[in-house]
């Protein structure tokens, strides 16, 4: 079936990279995405990656996608405190819906 | 920047009563989804919406969940009989074309936290 999973907690140093993992199952997933959440607020989407693709860039995020092992990661360069909040890893069907992995904790320390 | 919004933000109910939570998409968008979170699980999908019929709707998306688009702007999920463990928060999405024609992310509003008595 359709799974997404991640690790829950992530702590770094102010300035640090940091490197959310997320693996997934379903091997005819056309997009996977990374929404950040912050306290009290919505899913906002921050990048997303064709499942054709190896990399993508974007300012500070990096996406590396390996397909054959179905493993996706979100690296966030010079991290900072503004960045702690929950990072959700999603698939997108062939369907349209997106399965959701249960979202990591990012702190980020001073 | 569009967004999309959602209201009321908190919502609490008796059990056994209806709820209606609203949702206003971005107005270009034609694809919209509601998804919920328990308290501590992941966010789960519930249902699709395109052209004024369900496109797709999973299996907790049963006979006392209903959508509808009564107006042409707003979206709304309504539970018919809330129980305790409709308690979760409800996200309400929109994208911008149909599914498979290029990527066409969705976008989330904020939420509305249903909390059952």
């Known amino acids: 079936g359709e799974d997404v999973e991640q690790s829950l907690f992530l702590s770094v140093r102010e300035g640090d990279s940091s490197v959310i993992n997320c693996t997934y199952t379903?091997?005819?997933?056309?997009?996977l995405y990374w929404y950040k959440q912050e306290p009290g607020a919505g899913l906002q989407l921050l990048t997303y990656i064709f499942s054709n693709m190896d990399m993508k860039q974007d300012q500070r995020l990096t996406v590396l996608l390996n397909k054959k092992d179905k493993h996706l990661s979100l690296r966030i360069a010079d991290t900072q405190t503004g960045d702690s909040a929950i990072y959700f890893c999603a698939e997108r069907n062939q369907g349209g819906k997106l399965i959701f992995g249960q979202g990591t904790e990012l702190s980020v320390k001073p | 920047e569009p967004e999309v919004t959602q209201t009321p933000s908190h919502q609490v109910t008796q059990m056994g009563q209806e709820v209606i939570l609203r949702c206003v998409p971005i107005?270009?968008?034609?694809?919209f989804y509601w998804y919920r979170q328990i308290l501590g699980q992941k966010v789960e999908f519930l249902v699709s919406f395109y052209n004024n019929e369900i496109s797709e709707k999973s299996e907790i998306f049963d006979d006392q969940f209903s959508v509808e688009r009564p107006d042409g702007s707003n979206f709304t999920l309504k539970i018919r009989s809330t129980k305790l463990e409709d308690s979760a928060m409800y996200f309400c999405?929109?994208?911008?074309?149909?599914?498979?024609?290029?990527?066409?992310?969705?976008?989330f509003g904020d939420g509305t936290r249903l909390s059952i008595l």
């Open positions: 107005s270009n968008h034609l694809y």
């Open positions: 999405a929109s994208s911008e074309a149909p599914t498979g024609r290029g990527n066409q992310p969705q976008h």
């Open positions: 379903d091997s005819s997933s056309t997009y």
